[in-house]
């Protein structure tokens, strides 16, 4: 996660309050098996979700997204989403993870 970067969003997002409404949501995912399972979810094992594209682009309905409001608050969602993601212990790592994991952050702005 690039810190710098989030670390901004929410500084232009204080400089604009006045001026327009911003809105930030985060989720995280994880790609194991082939497999798409939502990090945020009580039940993350249980999840099995999917990619879909339409003429907005590209989502997984029913991924959970948190209001975040702060670098802090990403930071707390994705220690959360750490501790449901899979790994298993390899010939090279006692604690490899044989999956990929992805942040994803959407921003909406209402001008007020």
Not at 4 to 28: P, Y
Not at 71 to 79: E, G, H, P, R, S
């Amino acid at each position: 996660v690039n810190a710098r970067a989030l670390e901004k969003l929410f500084a232009i997002a204080e400089e604009k309050a006045d001026e327009c409404e911003l809105t930030v949501r985060a989720s995280c995912l994880e790609v194991y098996c082939e497999t798409l399972r939502d990090l945020l979810s009580k039940k993350p094992n249980e999840s099995n979700l999917e990619i879909k594209i339409d003429k907005k682009g590209t989502f997984v309905p029913e991924l959970i997204e948190e209001s975040v409001t702060s670098v802090a608050d990403v930071q707390k969602l994705i220690a959360r989403s750490k501790k449901g993601r899979s790994t298993f212990a390899t010939n090279m790592n006692e604690h490899s993870s044989r999956s990929h994991s992805m942040l994803s952050v959407t921003v909406e702005t209402r001008s007020r």
